[in-house]
């Protein structure tokens, strides 16, 4: 086996593992695979491994790797960077998902640009939880206000939130990403997706109600920026 199915399959049984432990049924979590940076070529070896979940960054990088791998076409993408408002369509045309709403204007032009053929886009709102001032998201006590604009955009559906914590943050923030989800879900019932945890901080994530970790590094190894 080569090393990026064999890192997947690792990553799967330490998923199985830890969900084991938690008493949580491992189907409900998702992995999703964080292929920013990394060829095409590594994408296709992690599908033939069983992977269909992939992360991407870049709007334009997710633009070329789809466009790359449309024979591969239960591929899932998630975008989970961030997002200016030049780069949506490119967004709206490409992901299934996009877990960094941060603001309405954003949404609006998704959901606008949204390809009509297409299924409605999921998507979650980003919380700056650790109230970070250099931070992409909305600060919690917004999270409600967006939510309810969010959700009533026509070809979007709101599925959950998102967050990112600072170094050394992790645990409180993902315990104050449970309570901020468990807020909307009573709203917003079908919005019960929390996406948190990376390579670093994923089995915590766990512990408080993560619903889909974003691995990177564990999978593809490390990136180097340098070469893009
Ligand atoms: C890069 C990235 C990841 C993956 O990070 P690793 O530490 O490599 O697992 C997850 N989520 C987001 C939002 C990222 O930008």
Redesign the pocket.
């Known amino acids: 086996m080569n090393n990026i199915a064999e890192q997947l399959n690792l990553a799967y049984q330490n998923l199985n593992k830890k969900c084991g432990l938690l008493g949580i049924k491992s189907d409900t979590v998702q992995l999703i695979a964080?292929s920013?940076t990394k060829p095409a070529s590594a994408i296709i070896t992690a599908y033939h491994a069983g992977q269909y979940q992939f992360?991407e960054?870049y709007p334009q990088e997710l633009a070329e790797k789809s466009a790359q791998l449309t024979a591969y076409n239960d591929i899932v993408w998630h975008f989970?960077?961030p997002l200016q408002s030049n780069k949506t369509k490119l967004v709206a045309e490409n992901a299934h998902w996009v877990h960094s709403i941060d603001r309405l204007k954003i949404a609006e032009r998704l959901s606008a640009q949204r390809p009509e053929n297409l299924a409605p886009l999921k998507v979650l709102l980003q919380i700056n939880i650790s109230n970070e001032s250099s931070k992409a998201g909305i600060a919690a006590d917004e999270m409600l206000n967006l939510a309810t604009s969010v959700a009533a955009l026509p070809n979007l559906e709101l599925k959950g939130l998102m967050a990112?914590p600072a170094p050394g943050d992790s645990e409180h923030a993902f315990a104050a990403m449970q309570q901020l989800s468990l807020q909307l879900q009573q709203l917003q019932p079908q919005a019960n997706e929390l996406s948190m945890g990376?390579?670093?901080d994923w089995p915590l994530a766990l512990k408080y109600g993560a619903t889909m970790i974003?691995?990177?590094?564990?999978i593809f190894g490390a990136r180097d920026y340098k070469q893009e």
């Open positions: 964080v920013k992360g960054n989970i960077g990112i990376m390579s670093d974003r691995l990177g590094t564990v």
